[in-house]
T-cell receptor
């Protein structure tokens, strides 16, 4: 079974809006990672949040982690058409990825 | 950042033939590499863990005789799909650990395999 599960599975927004994706996981973790995948390409690491962190920022990305709920969220602010991609969360344990959120940003 | 090169990016082959996919870490040594398979609009499914100098560790349900993995050097792992059939058509992606303890993965660009 998947270690990470993202929701929503698909999200469509207009440029300039914020996009929020959620991830739930099943076991204890040392860190949780978010990746992005453009269609037909490999994954690119976006941001990592450690288990002792509650929030982390990187540019337009904001990640939160709630270890008590075993959940994380990724917020992309002021989205751009170029943010259109699939986003995955993953835990380092056996690198099992969730099903991903497909984000479409319309210009 | 660390770079992983995967080749070829796209291959079409006839049913029954074998296809080799290469995964190279360009600017770092990778004792461990990973091979994934991805179906359209699906997540990545870990197929196997490739260990330099030793046998690969396959995930449950993955045929090791079908998907041969060789990790002969610290910078190269290969996946050979033997006697490919149309159901093997998929997107295959490799990755390697970076040099930190946090297990950040650096991915190749993927190989799209189409078996006719």
């Amino acid at each position: 079974s998947q270690q990470g599960e993202e929701d929503p599975q698909a999200l469509s927004i207009q440029e300039g809006e914020n996009a929020t994706m959620n991830c739930s996981y099943k076991t204890s973790i040392n860190n949780l990672q978010w990746y992005r995948q453009n269609s037909g390409r490999g994954l690119v690491h976006l941001i990592l949040i450690r288990s002792n962190e509650r929030e982390k920022h990187s540019g337009r990305l904001r990640v939160t982690l709630d270890t008590s709920k075993k959940s994380s969220s990724l917020l992309i602010t002021a989205s751009r058409a170029a943010d259109t991609a699939s986003y995955f969360c993953a835990t380092p344990d056996k690198l099992i990825f969730g099903t991903g959120t497909r984000l479409q940003v319309f210009p | 950042g660390a770079v992983v090169s995967q080749h070829p990016s796209w291959v079409i082959c006839k049913s029954g033939t074998s296809v080799k996919i290469e995964c190279r870490s360009l600017d770092f040594q990778a004792t461990t590499m990973f091979w994934y398979r991805q179906f359209p609009k699906q997540s990545l499914m870990l197929m196997a863990t490739s260990n330099e100098g030793s046998k690969a560790t396959y995930e449950q349900g993955v045929e090791k005789d079908k998907f041969l993995i060789n990790h002969a050097s610290l910078t190269l792992s290969t996946l050979t799909v033997t006697s490919a059939h149309p159901e093997d058509s998929s997107f295959y992606i490799c990755s390697a650990h970076g040099q930190t303890e946090e297990n950040i993965q650096y991915f190749g660009a993927g190989t799209r395999l189409s078996v006719l």
